[in-house]
């Protein structure tokens, strides 16, 4: 099986977040995704800056989940996107 790292953007001035990123790569276990999570999530609020974060109070959610494959002659099905919260 499969994990999907998905990561969201947040301000708790606006109350709002961005579109869900969801990482190109796919991961083995679940723990190889969660130190990828924390590694980007280190990366971005760095990248965006002290100032910026703090004056927009950013921070950074993300999750790991098993990514579900559709068997062949499965019916589609739709995408759904998790909440991360």
Not at 52 to 78: R, T
């Amino acid at each position: 099986m499969k994990f999907i790292l998905g990561i969201l953007l947040c301000s708790q001035l606006t109350g709002t977040c961005m579109p869900p990123y969801v990482w190109p790569e796919r991961f083995d276990d679940g723990y190889d995704c969660m130190v990828q999570g924390y590694v980007a999530a280190l990366e971005k609020i760095e990248e965006i800056g002290r100032e910026e974060v703090n004056n927009s109070k950013l921070y950074i959610k993300f999750g790991c989940y098993p990514e579900i494959v559709q068997k062949e002659g499965d019916p589609a099905k739709f995408d759904r996107l998790v909440k991360l919260w």
